[in-house]
């Protein structure tokens, strides 16, 4: 069975940080640029970062920019996502999923759980 599994989401004061893991089972990542997303209530799904198979290309949404570092240990199976200085405005589930080929602008094919984040005092 094909599956994505993110943890290491939590609560965190604001100016905090959190990493976040994206784990693979069933397949190999190696061969799919990853993509994290986060929905908070209320508003829009956003699309935060990306990286492709390679770890050479990535992308960030402008809101998160400086902030958050997205990496891969294709070892590991695992892309990981840091987030510093988190504001209150990040609080969100956050999502992985996997590319349907290695570029982050191949069609999404599978989609993790989600985990929370919530950046509060």
């Known amino acids: 069975q094909l599956q994505l599994v993110e943890s290491g989401g939590g609560l965190v004061q604001p100016g905090g940080s959190l990493r976040l893991s994206c784990a693979a089972s069933?397949?190999?990542?190696?061969?799919?640029?990853i993509g994290w997303f986060r929905q908070a209530p209320g508003k829009e799904h956003e699309g935060v970062s990306c990286?492709?198979?390679?770890?050479?290309?990535?992308n960030y949404a402008d809101s998160v920019k400086g902030r958050f570092t997205i990496s891969r240990d294709n070892a590991k199976n695992t892309v990981y996502l840091q987030m510093n200085s988190l504001k209150p405005e990040d609080t969100a589930v956050y999502s992985c999923?996997?590319?349907?080929?290695?570029?982050?602008?191949?069609?999404?094919?599978?989609w993790g759980q989600g985990t929370q984040v919530t950046v509060s005092s």
């Open positions: 999923a996997a590319a349907r080929g290695k570029s982050c602008s191949d069609a999404i094919g599978s």
């Open positions: 990286i492709s198979s390679s770890g050479e290309n990535t």
């Open positions: 069933g397949f190999t990542l190696d061969y799919y640029a």
